[in-house]
């Protein structure tokens, strides 16, 4: 039987589904004069509507930002210059976060522990560098908080949404820098080779540690603990014998990892955490 060329390249009814952080809402990817646009369905009383109204080119992501809020990005016309936008649950007021001509900007931290705020790298001051702002997504007030000293193409910052880590490359090496505060200038902790990978995560709940995947020392990438100011690994968090570690998801609310995700012959998870594993196997 064939099957028409159409069907490999058309749209999914539904996609990318994710809740409200109140939890009554579901909103999903689904098409809207052949693109893909974000609809939120109430979970009471299944009454559903279309949030945006996109129609020369498809979402590929949104999030929520609050329980009335939705953020997604998009370019204009494949320019791949994307911009953050903000939209009412209702879709009502969908505003443009990063207005300018000739910039890229990108979500770096939702902060989902602030009502409000974002962080997200923006090029404006320099188009070959993304310095980091905090952006009000309600007022669309924006301001510069860490500045891209050269060659920096990952910021991590922790659960007070303090910037404190900075991967820089110059394309073969990478060095990783770190601050304890949003006071103190970074400072090189480690410096890695083409045949190392040293890749911070996120901060650890305490703030003090960060949760990295490296290969350093070994020959897969291991999820481990590194302590930045003693400069070491702490212990390892979770390693798998074949392949290599993904990813990670943790819980703001309980302050917990609670899965590692690796792929064999499809994309497998690893418990940390025992109210997770029962969610999944419901």
């Known amino acids: ?45 299944q009454n559903t509507h279309r949030v945006t109204a996109i129609e020369d080119r498809s979402l590929s992501d949104y999030q929520w930002k609050g329980s ?3 953020l997604f990005a998009k370019d204009n016309g494949g320019d791949e210059n994307y911009h953050i936008y903000a939209t009412n649950l209702d879709g009502t007021q969908t505003r443009d976060l990063t207005p300018y001509d000739q910039v890229r900007a990108e979500i770096t931290d939702d902060l989902p522990e602030h009502d409000t705020d974002i962080l ?12 980091i702002y905090r952006i009000n997504v309600l007022t669309g007030e924006m301001t510069l908080v860490v500045e891209n000293p050269g060659g920096v193409i990952a910021w991590v910052s922790d659960h007070n949404g303090t910037v404190r880590v900075g991967v820089v490359s110059d394309g073969i090496n990478n060095t990783i820098l770190y601050r ?41 990438m291991e999820l481990v603990r590194y302590n930045p100011v003693e400069k070491r690994e702490t212990d ?30 499809k994309t497998e998870f690893a418990f940390l955490d025992d109210t997770t594993k029962e969610h999944y196997q419901k």
């Not at 790298?121 to 070959?128: G, K, Q, T």
């Open 1 to 45: 039987m064939l099957l028409p060329l159409r069907d490999f390249f058309r749209n999914p009814d539904k996609v990318y589904y994710q809740l409200s952080p109140d939890g009554e809402y579901i909103a999903y990817l689904a098409p809207y004069a052949d693109r893909l646009n974000i609809f939120v369905q109430h979970i009471a009383t």
């Open 68 to 70: 009335q809020t939705l």
């Open 120 to 131: 997200i790298s923006l090029n404006l001051r320099n188009p070959e560098l993304f310095d």
């Open 180 to 220: 304890p505060n949003e006071h103190s200038p970074f400072e090189q902790i480690l410096q890695t080779s083409y045949r190392d990978n040293f890749m911070p995560r996120m901060f650890d709940f305490d703030n003090q540690h960060i949760i990295v995947s490296t290969n350093i020392g070994r020959d897969k």
């Open 236 to 265: 390892i968090i979770f390693a798998h014998d074949e392949v290599d570690v993904s990813g990670i998801n943790y819980s703001i609310l309980r302050q917990k990892l609670t899965t590692v995700y690796y792929t064999t012959w």
